[in-house]
Structure formats: structure tokens, C-alpha cells
């Protein structure tokens, strides 16, 4: 693999993309303190080195669902009876494929999936347990956390400014 040099503008420029990647170019070349053609070039650089993976907009849940009437988040740990590499990759298979599975981890120890799930209504939930879980010969035990409020969401990764930050492998 190659070696990757990350400078202090680079640094600043995914920290301020990951806040708000919505800002202008010019405004953006401003707070990292660069001209504008530059700050084109190395976000374009960023994103062709694979640090940056997508640019999306943030919905909230609580104000969809006050607008759809309803809205269930439930955080679901996952078992399964074979954790053969086969057996775990055709379960994260079948569940990634899924919109209603906001994320998807393999973790250790303890279950072997921790999904985080969004459901229309209970109904709805249970239709989607029914074809993930219930359905699935594999799936050994189930335990699914209902939300009753969400204290913090962030999708910011914090970036370490220091000189120790330079080579990314």
C-alpha cells in the first residue's frame, strides 16, 4: 500500500468537510486559509484517496417522524448459531441489503452483529425481524433496544491536528 502525506490543511479540510459539507468552496479555501483553486485540487484529492466516502444530508428522525406520524429506532444484537466467515458474510449480506438497517457492525466479543434499525411503527419492525431473524435458520438469539430518546448522534470522526499526524498508511 502506498504511503499517503497528510498536511495540517488537509487535516483542516476534512474536519471542516465533515462538519458542514455543504459549505462553498470559497468560503471552505477561507477557513483553511488557501486559494480556492487549491482548495478544489486537494478536496478532490481527499476524495480520490478515499478519505472522504460520500456527502450526504443528515435527516432527523424525531422531525420525520412527528411529520409521518410515527417513527421506531431500535438497536438490535444479533447471534448467530455458525460464525464461519461464509455463514457471518451472508448475513451481513442480507441485512445491509435492507434500508431500514441504518448500520450494520461485526463485533466481539458477545453477539455477533449490533444493527441499528429504523422502523416505520412496531408493526413495521416486526415485519422486518420477521424476514431478518426470525426467517433465517442461522440466527441464533435476537435482543432488540427500542429507543425512547437519542442523547447524542454525531458522524464526526474528531482529527488530530498534531505534528505526530503526518503519514496515513
Not at 458542514?20 to 468552496?25: G, L, P
Not at 461464509?86 to 455477533?112: I, N, Y
Amino acid at each position: 500500500m502506498t504511503e499517503l502525506e497528510l498536511d495540517i490543511i488537509d487535516l483542516q479540510l476534512l474536519d471542516a468537510l465533515q462538519q458542514d459539507a455543504a459549505i462553498s468552496n470559497q468560503a471552505l479555501a477561507e477557513r483553511v486559509h488557501v486559494s480556492p483553486p487549491t482548495c478544489l485540487r486537494r478536496t478532490k484529492r481527499l476524495r480520490e484517496l478515499g478519505l472522504i466516502e460520500a456527502q450526504v444530508a443528515l435527516l432527523s428522525s424525531d422531525a420525520l417522524a412527528r411529520l409521518q406520524g410515527f417513527g421506531l429506532t431500535a438497536l438490535v444484537e444479533v447471534s448467530l448459531e455458525r460464525q464461519g466467515a461464509e455463514a457471518l458474510d451472508a448475513f451481513e449480506a442480507l441485512v445491509v441489503a435492507s434500508d431500514h438497517v441504518q448500520q450494520c457492525w461485526r463485533v466481539s466479543p458477545g453477539p455477533d452483529f449490533v444493527l441499528v434499525v429504523y422502523a416505520h411503527d412496531m408493526p413495521a419492525y416486526l415485519a422486518l425481524a420477521q424476514r431478518l431473524f426470525t426467517s433465517q435458520a442461522n440466527v441464533r438469539n435476537v435482543k432488540a433496544y427500542f429507543a425512547t430518546k437519542r442523547s447524542k448522534f454525531v458522524t464526526r470522526i474528531p482529527i488530530q491536528k498534531g505534528p505526530h499526524l503526518t503519514h496515513v498508511q
